[in-house]
């Protein structure tokens, strides 16, 4: 090794060297021309040192100043390299003994790096990132990043008093990946990325795979560990690798966790968030005693701004430290298991912000987005999209899938935005996007994405679901790959969603003359595995909350939603209801405030909740609301064409052909007494739901008796009729006494 040039110097105090492992470190020692040199160098780069001593067993070597920067030299005359430490005297007279990052190998397993830049490595948190570990006995945090373009990294943090100078990286050539071993960091230590991009602009980056992040506004990563938190969920997990999801009842609560409930003893500009801790002795025996069987949470990854509601994320591997550590979001997922409650966490895999610390030109160059600039940038939401032909991309978003549902036990993935994904002109006018190869709108490299992620979550965590948020007519979302479609295990069904709320605040008057869109669903409902949503999407932004869309007085309002939601639960297809929709609140969604919990001392809302409570434990117990949620013949109608006075009734049949649920939907506010509801089969039904019944807020004002009794009448192609007192806005469900 030759001696250092002033330019090596100069780079390496600016924070611009590539290959500092050339120069800090334990090195032979240079060789002056003519002589014969077989001694050892070590050089350490500490700008903020006051003195640097090199320790040998009990022997201390003052280290010489070699440059006004930080720069430190001591020579040895070993033949045989040696281990060592460093003795830094801090500039208040502090003196810290610490192993020198710079005499420790390569810490990355290269195959694993070219897997990911393949595309086939399944997790590439456990490559990159940053990851404590011991390496030659010195415990410390391997950090590791990939940006093939940089000019020179290095890691700044807690570690260097934020000198982006002091820990420059070791770049692994043409995996474009660089490295380095901080010895003695753990976790809790913040740090970030000083990346010198390929432009020479210097740039300040969160970890990609970091695995925790600070509080907004602060955006640093944080090293974190997977392995100190224990689990309880065993029997869960276990149980859930043997679920069959077609055959089970799903009925999700979908919420927001920073709006479900706040503490109202909020110190100046605490926001007043309850934590995963409070949230799981709060929420999950809220769920439970509910009847939900899966709590879905928006957005958890780490996100900047509170108003994006989490769907625009920069933290793919870290949950949002708004409510506390990762640790603490165990906690919360292992509860919902030990109450029976799943946990669905929305996944948004399709586009990311533009804030500098992010992935945005990650090295100077669209590394995570899409090159072309009219096709990287998102119209709708001013965010970029993924580069989905990249398989280093696409070995990331996998990745963080699986983080996920391995690392937090979660119990399946709702996917945000899939139709934004698949089409290449989704939002785009004429002359703002670019065909692909056939000429097409489709985006083939999201297709394969999104077919590869299904695949994988399947293989890797069995019993995990994947649910689409697809608002197109894409053929065969939720059928496998291996027969032509996505992969995914669900689709919800935004036809049904639009098409029914669209009735529903129409005037009951004027029903009838879009009774079509009542039963149309029932054309195309067993083509996918749907889900109905009542999502957060629709109670915002002017659309108004679910009560507040019902048209008429108050009295007719609270009719209306509980027929409504009677209607949804009897409807095949599994089910979603947004926080706040069971309380029957006035106002929209606001991701600033709480829920109107003191609604519950008004009988109308406390009734409309204790409805949806039944509905859920009426829906868990028969088997013929669920088990064929997704078969043709799980469903029959009964009468689907009386428009005039807007009445519908159908058949839930369970695969025992004689046990069944008949329901019968009146959605104008005139009673029909003298209602008739063919059912298949003779002899005593009951009713075990009603919506119009007094408990749940409503006058009853048209008696409905508890047990009817069949008598012979041929109607409507049956030989067995209930008279059954049908309210006005009412659904109501019978059932025979005794089936089989």
């Known amino acids: 090794m030759t001696v250092l040039s002033e330019e090596v110097v ?5 924070g611009t060297l590539d290959t500092p492992f050339d120069v800090l470190g334990i090195h032979p020692a240079p060789k002056e021309r003519g002589k014969r040199s077989d001694g050892k160098v070590i050089r350490a780069f500490i700008p903020w040192a006051r003195s640097i001593h090199v320790v040998r067993g009990d022997t201390r070597i003052p280290m010489e100043r070699l440059h006004a920067s930080g720069l430190y030299v001591a020579s040895f005359d070993d033949e045989a390299f040696f281990p060592y430490r460093l003795s830094v005297e801090d500039p208040n007279g502090r003196e810290w ?6 005499r420790f190998p390569p810490g990355l397993d290269e195959s694993r790096v070219r ?60 995996t474009g990946v660089w490295e380095l071993f901080i010895p003695a960091v753990g976790r809790g230590a913040r740090y970030k990325f000083r990346i010198v991009d390929c432009h020479g602009a210097v740039l300040e980056k969160t970890d990609p795979c970091g695995r925790a992040v600070e509080l907004r506004p602060a955006t640093a990563s944080e090293v974190w ?13 276990e149980e859930r690798t043997r679920w069959d999801a077609d055959r089970s009842p799903i009925s999700v609560y979908e919420v927001h966790l920073g709006s479900w409930l706040r503490r109202d003893d909020r110190p100046g500009e605490d926001p007043g968030w309850l934590t995963y801790r409070q949230l799981a002795d709060r929420l999950v025996p809220y769920a439970a005693d509910m009847g939900f069987t899966h709590l879905e949470l928006l957005p958890v990854l780490e996100h900047p701004l509170d108003q994006s509601w989490g769907y625009q994320p920069l933290g793919f591997f870290a949950p949002t430290s ?3 550590t990762p640790d603490d979001f165990r906690y919360f997922v292992d509860r919902a298991h030990q109450a029976g409650i799943g946990v669905i966490l929305d996944w948004v895999p399709g586009h990311f912000p533009e804030d500098a610390h992010g992935l945005v030109r990650f090295d100077g160059t669209d590394l995570y987005e899409h090159a072309a600039p009219g096709q990287a940038r998102h119209p709708d939401w001013g965010t970029l999209s993924f580069d989905f032909e990249s398989p280093a991309v696409r070995s990331f978003l996998i990745s963080s899938a699986l983080h996920w549902l391995e690392d937090y036990h979660l119990d399946g993935l709702r996917v945000d935005a899939v139709a934004s994904m698949l089409y290449l002109d989704y939002s785009r006018r004429e002359g703002e996007w670019t065909p692909n190869i056939h000429g097409g709108r489709e985006n083939l490299g999201a297709v394969a994405f999104l077919k590869e992620l299904n695949d994988a979550v399947h293989a890797e965590c069995p019993g995990a679901l994947t649910i689409a948020e697809e608002s197109t007519s894409w053929p065969q979302v939720s059928h496998g790959t291996d027969r032509g479609g996505l992969g995914f295990d669900q689709k919800w069904n935004m036809g049904w969603m639009n098409d029914t709320l669209e009735v529903m605040e129409t005037d009951p008057l004027y029903r009838k003359y879009r009774y079509g869109s009542f039963t149309f669903s029932l054309l195309y409902a067993f083509s996918e595995r749907f889900v109905l949503p009542f999502s957060h999407d629709e109670v915002v932004h002017g659309k108004l909350s679910m009560l507040s869309k019902m048209p008429g007085p108050n009295v007719e309002k609270f009719a209306n939603l509980r027929a409504l939601y009677g209607f949804q639960w009897a409807h095949p297809g599994k089910k979603l209801l947004f926080m706040g929709c069971e309380l029957g609140q006035w106002t929209e969604w606001s991701v600033d405030g709480s829920l109107d919990w003191p609604l519950l001392d008004f009988e109308t809302h406390e009734g409309l909740r204790l409805l949806v409570g039944d509905l859920n434990r009426l829906y868990r117990e028969e088997p013929a609301l669920h088990v064929q949620d997704f078969h043709p013949d799980g469903f029959e109608w009964l009468d689907c064409e009386d428009a005039n006075r807007v009445l519908l009734a159908w058949v839930r049949w369970a695969p025992e052909w004689r046990d069944y649920i008949a329901v019968a939907v009146n959605l104008t506010p005139v009673p029909r007494p003298d209602f008739k509801l063919p059912v298949p089969f003779s002899g005593r039904h009951r009713v075990v739901l009603n919506t119009d019944a007094p408990e749940y807020g409503a006058d009853g004002g048209l008696l409905v008796p508890p047990t009817l009794d069949t008598r012979a009448e041929s109607y409507k192609g049956r030989e067995h009729v209930l008279d059954l007192p049908l309210p006005g806005l009412s659904t109501i469900y019978v059932k025979p006494d005794e089936p089989g």
């Open 97 to 102: 003994e610490i192993d020198d990052p710079y």
């Open 322 to 324: 708004r409510f506390g």
């Open 225 to 237: 560990r997977e392995d100190r938190y224990h689990w309880a969920d065993d029997d869960w997990m």
């Open 10 to 14: 100069d780079a390496l105090a600016a």
């Open 115 to 174: 897997a990911f830049l393949s595309g086939r490595e399944r997790r590439v948190h456990q490559v990159l990132g940053a990851r404590p570990m011991e390496l030659d006995g010195v415990a410390g945090t391997l950090f590791a990043v990939w940006a093939p373009h940089a000019r020179a990294i290095s890691v700044m943090g807690d570690m260097n008093g934020w000198d982006g100078r002091c820990h420059p990286m070791r770049f692994r050539g043409d």
